[in-house]
C-alpha cells in the first residue's frame, strides 16, 4: 500500500528519564515508518520519584512485549496491592485503598451496599476482610492472580508495581534503543519556529548544532521547554486546592517485612511516602511550605525513617496543576512537562502511559488536524479534572484539627464536580463512576469510607432481603477471602522465587 505524501517521518523527544524513555519505546513499537530520536544530555538529573504505580502499567508492558519478571528483576521491583493511609481521617486511624474490588457484588447492587448496611447495624466486620487485596496487604501476602480460578478471589488480585525509577529508564531505554531508536546527547537550550505558524521546526544545542523534526514530545520536566518556554502555552495551578509544592525525598536501608503496598503518612502538614524495593525503602515528605519550613520538614522525614538515610534527602519544588494544553501545534507534552499531580496515589507514570495511548489514537499527520488536538486535549482535561477531584478528597474529607494545615483543608471549597460526589455518597454510600474515568466506584468508596465519610443510609432494596441471608452472604465472603490469604505465600518469598533484582 502507498503511503499517504504527508505522514509523520521525524518523531523528536526532548528529555529521557522515565517519560522519555516510554515514550520512545511504546513509539518504537507502535509507529512504523518514522524515524524516533531521543534528545538528553547527561549534565541533566531527573527527578525520578515515581517509583510506585497504579495496575495500568502491566498493559503498556504487554503491549511492548515486555516479561514482567524480567522487568522486575531489573529495576529491584517489588509488588503493589494497594496504598496504606495512616493518620488521615483522625490520627491514630488507618485505612487500605486496595486495587481490585471490594467483595462480591450481586447484580446492581454493589457489595459495599451491603456491607455499608450490616456496618451500620453492627454485624459486620472490618472492609478489609471482605477485600482480597486489602487481605491481603494485611498479612504481607502475594500471589499473581490465578487465571485458572476466574470465580475465586485468588483470580481477582489486581497488582502493580514500586520500582527504581532510574533503573526503568535505564530498562526502557535499551528495549527502545534494540527498537531503532537513536539517542542524542547534548544539550537543548531553545528552538526555531515556523513563521507562518508557529510549529516547532527545529531544536537547538548549546553548542551549534540543530535537529529537525515534525511532531515533537516534551518530557523537559518541570521546565517544559518546548510547551512552555517556546510555545506559551500556560499553566492551571490546583495549588488552592491542593497546597503541596514541596517534597523531600531520600532512600533509606531496607526494614521489617517487604510490604506489598506503599505506606503513606499524614503529618503535620503533608505527607510521607514509603515505598519498599527489594534492596531499600524509598522516602519522602510532601509538604506545603505555607504551612511548615523546609528544615521542619526534612526533620519530619528523616525522623520518621524505618532503616538509616542511604544518602543526604533532595528537594523538590512543585505546583500542582496542569499545562492548559497537554497538546499545542506539534508539540506533545508529557511526564512532568505536562502536569504535576501529587504522588498521593501514583497516578504520575499512569498519566504518561494514558497520554501515550491517546496520542496513538489520534496520531496526527503532517496537516496537524484542529479537530484532532482538540478532542485530545478534552480527554487530557477529563483524565487530569478527575484525578484531582479524588486527590482533593484525601484531604477535603477528614476530622483532623490539630494544624494550621488540616484546618484548611478540612474547611477549604472544593470544586463542585467533587462536592456533589461527596453529598450523594453521604446520603445512602453511592457512587457513580463517569465514564473513563480512573478510579472505580469501589476505589472511590474505600478512600471517603475510610477517610471519614461515613453515609447516613444504604440502598433501601437491601431491606427485602433480611439479616439472615445478608449475614450469611458477608460471612461466606468473609471465609473464602481468608481462606484463599492463608494459601498466599509470603510477598518477599514470592518475590525472591520469581523475579528477585539483578546484582548491582
Known amino acids: 500500500m502507498k503511503q499517504q505524501a504527508n505522514n509523520i ?23 512504523a515508518g518514522a524515524k524516533i530520536s531521543l534528545v538528553e544530555s547527561e549534565e541533566i ?26 522487568f522486575m528483576s531489573a529495576t529491584n521491583a517489588t509488588f503493589k496491592l494497594g496504598i496504606d493511609f495512616v493518620n488521615w481521617g483522625q490520627i491514630g486511624e488507618s485505612y487500605i485503598h486496595g486495587f481490585g474490588g471490594i467483595g462480591q457484588d450481586v447484580g446492581n447492587i454493589k457489595f459495599s451496599q451491603y456491607w455499608l448496611r450490616q456496618k451500620q447495624l453492627g454485624r459486620a466486620s472490618n472492609l478489609e476482610n471482605y477485600a482480597i487485596n486489602l487481605a491481603a496487604s494485611r498479612a504481607d501476602k502475594f500471589v499473581r492472580a ?16 514500586h520500582f527504581d525509577a532510574m533503573l526503568y529508564a535505564k530498562f526502557l531505554r535499551k528495549y527502545a534503543e534494540q527498537m531503532g531508536v537513536q539517542r542524542i546527547e547534548g544539550r537543548v537550550v531553545g528552538a526555531t519556529q515556523r513563521p507562518a505558524d508557529g510549529f516547532v521546526d527545529e531544536l537547538v544545542f548549546e553548542d551549534g548544532r540543530r535537529v529537525a523534526g515534525d511532531l515533537f514530545i516534551d518530557c523537559s520536566g518541570f521546565r ?15 495549588s488552592h486546592w491542593l497546597p503541596m509544592d514541596r517534597a523531600w525525598a531520600v532512600p533509606c536501608e531496607s526494614a521489617g517485612a517487604l510490604l506489598p503496598y506503599t505506606r503513606s503518612t499524614a503529618h503535620e502538614a503533608g505527607w510521607q511516602w514509603r515505598i519498599p524495593l527489594q534492596s531499600r ?11 511548615i519550613s523546609e528544615s521542619a520538614a526534612a526533620e519530619t522525614l528523616m525522623g520518621n525513617l524505618d532503616g538509616k538515610a542511604l544518602a543526604e534527602p533532595r528537594l523538590l519544588k512543585f505546583i500542582t496543576g496542569k499545562r492548559k494544553k497537554v497538546w499545542n501545534k506539534n508539540v506533545v507534552s508529557l511526564g512532568l512537562a505536562s502536569g504535576f499531580m501529587e504522588p498521593l496515589e501514583s497516578t504520575s507514570i499512569h498519566l504518561v502511559e494514558s497520554t501515550l495511548v491517546r ?11 484542529q479537530i484532532d488536538t482538540d478532542e485530545f486535549n478534552a480527554q487530557a482535561d477529563f483524565d487530569y479534572v478527575s484525578i484531582r477531584d479524588f486527590l482533593i478528597a484525601h484531604y477535603k474529607i477528614t476530622r483532623r484539627n490539630d494544624s494550621e494545615f488540616w ?20 446520603s445512602k454510600g453511592r457512587f457513580f463512576k463517569n465514564g473513563t474515568e480512573l478510579f472505580s466506584d469501589d476505589s472511590w468508596f474505600a478512600v471517603m469510607y475510610g477517610q471519614g465519610l461515613h453515609p447516613n443510609g444504604y440502598h433501601p432494596l437491601l431491606d427485602s432481603i433480611g439479616d439472615e441471608r445478608i449475614d450469611g452472604f458477608l460471612a461466606h465472603v468473609e471465609r473464602i477471602t481468608k481462606k484463599c490469604v492463608e494459601a498466599m505465600p509470603l510477598h518477599s518469598d514470592y518475590v525472591s522465587a520469581t523475579c528477585p533484582a539483578k546484582p548491582m
Do not use: C
Not at 9 to 30: D, P, S
Not at 359 to 369: G, N, T, V, W
Not at 409 to 424: F, G, I, K
Open 9 to 31: 517521518r521525524e518523531i523528536v523527544i526532548v528529555g529521557g528519564g522515565t517519560a522519555g524513555w516510554m515514550a520512545a519505546a511504546y513509539l518504537a513499537k507502535m509507529v
Open 359 to 369: 496520542l496513538i489514537s489520534l496520531f496526527p499527520d503532517q496537516e496537524f488536524s
Open 146 to 161: 490465578r487465571v485458572d480460578m476466574p470465580d475465586s478471589p485468588l483470580g481477582k488480585i489486581a497488582h502493580a508495581f
Open 281 to 291: 525503602i524509598g522516602n519522602g515528605h510532601v509538604f506545603s511550605s505555607r504551612f
Open 224 to 238: 517544559g521547554l518546548l510547551i512552555e518556554e517556546v510555545l506559551k502555552t500556560g499553566y492551571e495551578d490546583w
Open 407 to 426: 484546618n484548611y483543608v478540612r474547611t477549604m471549597d472544593v470544586p463542585d464536580s467533587l462536592q456533589a460526589r461527596m453529598d450523594l455518597f453521604a
Open 45 to 70: 538529573g531527573t527527578v525520578g520519584v515515581g517509583e510506585a504505580t497504579i495496575p495500568y502499567l502491566k498493559a503498556f508492558h504487554v503491549e511492548l512485549g515486555i516479561d514482567e519478571n524480567e
